[in-house]
Each structure stands twice: as structure tokens, then as C-alpha cells.
């Protein structure tokens, strides 16, 4: 199985300054016929489910602000937002989606 | 796309539990159903996934034996049947769309089974 770790575990911004969370995974999730690696970023609430940030490592999903951007491939992977927002505090993971099982990252918890 | 899920269970240490997941918005056989599962205070654990039309599926390794994962295309609908429940099984338990080697874009509220004596 592919191992997901995320660093830091937790992590305290303040508000309008940039979070950055990273994420490496124990081998490459790069697809080699078409150049995109299979990591996607959640953000998860108290009491909700997941909500897909980004997928294929840098792309955002419709609807979510242009704050949040993802960067990374191979075996290396960052979550940037760029100006927290109140809001943003939640848990947030990393997945790979390269091969089954898929796996998820430890989560990392951001506060302000 | 939405995707409904039963209500939170409560049950013994032994006995098993049936979560169902009614999928709409969009066709039920052309997606993979995901079953996802997160302890209290703990992360996210993939347990495996079956086809829309039931005819594969793949179980995490450490749940093999234990789990049954179906649907009823009649009714649009994913069940996770999970046997000889221990407390280690308590968790909230997720219905997704997808087969594992997708993003998951779609979830459904969670169900919350509580294994005690």
C-alpha cells in the first residue's frame, strides 16, 4: 500500500497570512502517459464530510477560492492558502488515488 | 448528485451492520460506490468499492472476510454489510462516488455505527 504523510500535523496562521501543508507519499503517484499525479486535497469540518479542494495534484475544483492551489508531483505535494480566512480552519488531508487501496494522509489540523 | 445515507446504528460487540446509500443525479451504473470509514478523532480509511451494476468489487486487505459491499440498481442503491463488530469498528461510515482510483467528489453524509456493550 501506498503510505500518505503529511507534515505538519497541526498548524496555527493567522488570519491573511499563507498556510502551506505538505504531503509525501512512500512511492510516485505520477502517471506516466499523461504526466499527472493522482493526489487530491480535502478540507474536512466538525461534523462533515470531506469536501474535494483540489485533484490531479494542482487542479481546483469547481467552486473552490482561488486561495486554495496545489502544487507538486512525483512524490511531493504542497496545499497552499494563500490568505487565510476564518473560514479555512478545518482538517485538511491528502489522498492518492494511484492505486487501490487509496490512502489518506494523517490529516493535518489548521487554526488561527 | 446526491447521495443519502441510513441512520446511525448501535450495536453489540459480534453482531453486524448493514449501511445503505441511496445515489441520485446521475447514473447509478456508470460510477463505483466507495465506502470510507473514519474512527472518532481519527482520519480517513478506505474499505473498498463496488461497480454501479454489482459485478466487481475490491475489499481492503484488512477487512477481508468481514465485509460485503452490493447494490440494488432497481433502487439506485449501495449497501456495506460489516460482520463481527468489535469496538474497533465504531466510526462513522461514508458512502462515496468513485472506485478508489478517483477523486472523490461526492460524499454522502455519513452514518454512525457504534459498537458497544
Known sequence: ?112 | VQLVQSGAEVKKPGASVKVSCQASGYSFNSYGISWVRQAPGQGLEWMGWISGDNANTEYAQNLQGRVTMTTDTSTSTAYMELRSLTSDDTAVYYCARGAGVDPICYWGQGTLVTVSS
Open chain 1, 1 to 112: 500500500d501506498i503510505v500518505m504523510t503529511q507534515s505538519p500535523d497541526s498548524l496555527a496562521v493567522s488570519l491573511g497570512e499563507r498556510a502551506t501543508i505538505n504531503c509525501k507519499s512512500s512511492q510516485s503517484v505520477l502517471h506516466s502517459s499523461n504526466n499527472e499525479s493522482s493526489l487530491g486535497w480535502y478540507q474536512q469540518k466538525p461534523g462533515q464530510p470531506p469536501k474535494l479542494l483540489i485533484y490531479w495534484a494542482s487542479t481546483r475544483e469547481s467552486g473552490v477560492p482561488d486561495r486554495f492551489s496545489g502544487s507538486g508531483s512525483g512524490t511531493d505535494f504542497t496545499l497552499t492558502i494563500s490568505s487565510l480566512q476564518a473560514e479555512d480552519v478545518a482538517v485538511y488531508y491528502c489522498q492518492q488515488y494511484y492505486s487501490t487501496p487509496c490512502t489518506f494522509g494523517q490529516g493535518t489540523k489548521l487554526e488561527i
